[in-house]
């Protein structure tokens, strides 16, 4: 949570008046670093750089369909995105499938064949 924009005057009003950095520290019960933030910028950022951007659940629906064993890294290149957005995604979804090893095609045929 911010502080309102009358509490950051105050404060840097205080400072103009005569007021030191360490006292306004203990006075107002501030971090130093927060009260050199505000002098350079007063007003509060509203809005973000970038949009954030969530991937389709359908599509990933889809493709947890079409590659049930594939890795997390394996979907993020297919879906252009990052692992942990997929991560984020599975999770959101609820989908916590563990990965078949008696499927995978790097094991062995003798180490595949796991006592059920």
Known sequence: MTYSLDFRKQVLKSLDDGM???QAVEFYDLSPTTIQNWKRRIHS???RQTKPHKIIDD???NDVKEY???YQYERARRLNCSSTGIHSAL???KISKKKDL???QSLSNQAS???E
């Open 20 to 22: 030191t950095y360490a």
């Open 45 to 47: 950022k509203a809005t």
């Open 59 to 61: 599509v990933l629906l």
């Open 68 to 70: 049930p064993d594939d």
């Open 91 to 93: 999770k959101r979804l």
């Open 102 to 104: 008696r499927a995978s």
């Open 113 to 115: 064949n796991l006592s």
